[in-house]
């Protein structure tokens, strides 16, 4: 288990030094390889060994143990090295193998690891899939199957909300709204003495109700006649009338 | 030795082809209903397709580890000849989804690793695992396969099916008689039933005063007279009070009798 985690971990990460990159040829890309940064590099290879003795790679068939070759070129884009175990001039058994794009050295994948990438790909989107397919599936003992689309709802109740605020007035609506507001203002024009008697309106009203049907000059002479009676005649109906038709106005315009 | 190797291997992949070829077409084909189809598309036809597409992973699954297969893991993939020219031969190799082989396709084609998701609901899956112990893992699995072999005991059983289907039939069935039903309307609203059952002197009478009804109300009159008469007799040593009393208890029963006799024969 631990060394497939770690052939995961290698086959998972790549690794790049910019400042070789434009200068990378099958003479030195051993040794760009062999940086210490390099997470695919083991120290304790022979190529550490030949260098430390300050020897050529020719002597490297003649020891034994973890090395690495330039196995394969393509200048100046593509090199591939190998890194194999020898036992003897003759016989060495392959362990691992890189290439190298463009700088970027990558570990190569065994076709077990890519057909199982694959496949464990195309199954969780294949389960995602059917996921989102049985959640809108909906079931009663008596209808059956049926399907219930979420989004789409939601979609829908989004959509009158924007109707209900891009629903503009008609010009109709304004000219009637503005002509309405006149009328009312010139019906019932703002009286002064609204706010000192708040009890006086009861009383007048009852004395109103006669006086009204008979005709509208008595209320005026009764105003010129006695000071305190002209100041409650007008407040009620200002008050009352008015009141009931702006809220249906406004209902309409919304 | 290495002839052989190579035979089995060439093989193993044209298998592998095939099946991921057929997988391919169920995909396809599904993809298609649900573009064109949706509108007729049923949850257990959807419901289909899945399983079929499941049961193709599943063959591909068992094929990867066979213990025939050869040794695929062994074989590593490397990049020999980058172009950044179009390859028409690759392009047709892949229905046009790899057009050129050039170096910034390779390393996403050669990738191992999966997407984040996957890789999360991995690290999920596996803290699960770690959290559960042998012991409570090994009792789930019991469970697990109870349930498993009671639900192929079921479905294996095709009588059992079908008990249990007409005994979903039955289920169905109305749970109440409607004969029943009126009948005891019939008995609580008009005393249809209860006529019958209460004394059998009066109702003698009613069946010959049907055909008559004039004759009717003056026969039960007479027998009203009868049983007055009947209990004057009885009581002769204190005949001024009590005829009186018990004279009043029999007149209210008489008359409610007379009502229910003659609500269901005029009716």
């Given at each position: 288990m631990a060394t497939v985690d770690l052939r995961d971990n290698l086959l998972g990460i790549s690794w790049v030094d910019s400042g070789w990159v434009p200068i990378l040829n099958p003479s030195n890309v051993l040794e760009y390889f062999s940086?210490?940064?390099?997470?695919?590099?083991?120290?304790?290879?022979n190529n550490e060994v030949v260098k430390m003795q300050r020897s050529t790679l020719d002597h490297l068939t003649q020891l034994v143990g973890v090395e690495y070759i330039l196995l394969h070129t393509q200048e100046p884009i593509l090199y591939i090295i190998r890194k194999q175990q020898r036992q003897s001039p003759t016989q060495v058994i392959p362990l691992a193998d890189y290439y190298i794009i463009a700088g970027v050295v990558y570990q190569a994948p065994d076709l077990g690891s890519v057909i199982s990438s694959r496949a464990l790909s195309a199954v969780h989107g294949i389960q995602s899939a059917f996921d989102e397919a049985m959640s809108f599936c909906r079931y009663h003992p008596s209808k059956g199957y049926w399907w219930h689309f979420k989004d789409q709802e939601e979609k829908e109740r989004v959509k009158p909300k924007s109707k209900r605020k891009e629903e503009p007035s008609s010009l109709f609506q304004r000219q009637r709204v503005d002509t309405l507001l006149l009328d009312l203002r010139n019906k019932f024009p703002p009286t002064f003495y609204q706010t000192k008697p708040g009890e006086k309106p009861v009383p007048v009203e009852v004395k109103k109700e006669p006086e009204v049907p008979v005709e509208t000059v008595k209320p005026q002479e009764e105003r010129e006649t006695k000071p305190p009676a002209p100041p409650a005649p007008p407040r009620p109906p200002p008050q009352t009338t008015p009141n009931k038709p702006p809220p249906e106005k406004r209902a309409r315009v919304q | 030795m290495q002839q052989r190797e190579e035979k089995q291997l060439e093989a193993f992949l044209e298998s592998l082809v095939a099946r991921v070829a057929h997988l391919k077409g169920s995909l396809q084909s599904f993809i298609y209903k649900l573009e064109n189809e949706y509108d007729r598309l049923t949850w257990p036809s959807v419901l289909d397709n899945f399983a079929l597409i499941s049961g193709q992973l599943n063959t591909i699954n068992k094929l990867l580890r066979n213990e025939k297969t050869p040794s695929y893991k062994s074989q590593v993939i490397i990049p020999l000849l980058l172009s950044p020219d179009r390859d028409e031969e690759l392009a047709k190799l892949t229905e046009h989804r790899v057009p050129v082989f050039s170096h910034e396709i390779v390393p996403d084609h050669l990738r191992t690793k999966p997407d984040p998701e996957v890789e999360e609901q991995e690290k999920h899956l596996s803290a699960e695992a770690a959290r559960i112990g042998p012991e409570v893992a090994q009792k789930q699995i019991q469970a697990l396969n109870k349930l498993c072999s009671n639900l192929l005991e079921k479905l294996n059983n095709p009588r059992e099916d079908r008990d249990s289907e007409t005994s979903a039939l039955r289920q169905n069935k109305p749970s109440f008689n409607p004969a029943d039903t009126n009948a005891l309307v019939a008995a609580v609203g008009f005393g249809k039933g209860l006529s019958k059952c209460r004394p059998p002197g009066p109702v003698a009478p009613g069946h010959p005063g049907q055909p008559m009804m004039q004759t009717g109300p003056t026969l039960q009159q007479v027998t009203i007279a009868g049983a007055s008469g009947h209990q004057a007799g009885m009581s002769g040593p204190v005949a001024p009070q009590q005829p009186g009393q018990p004279g009043k208890i029999p007149s209210n029963i008489k008359t409610n009798i007379k009502s229910a006799s003659m609500h269901p024969y005029n009716r």
């Open positions: 940086e210490r940064s390099n997470p695919f590099y083991d120290r304790t290879c | -």
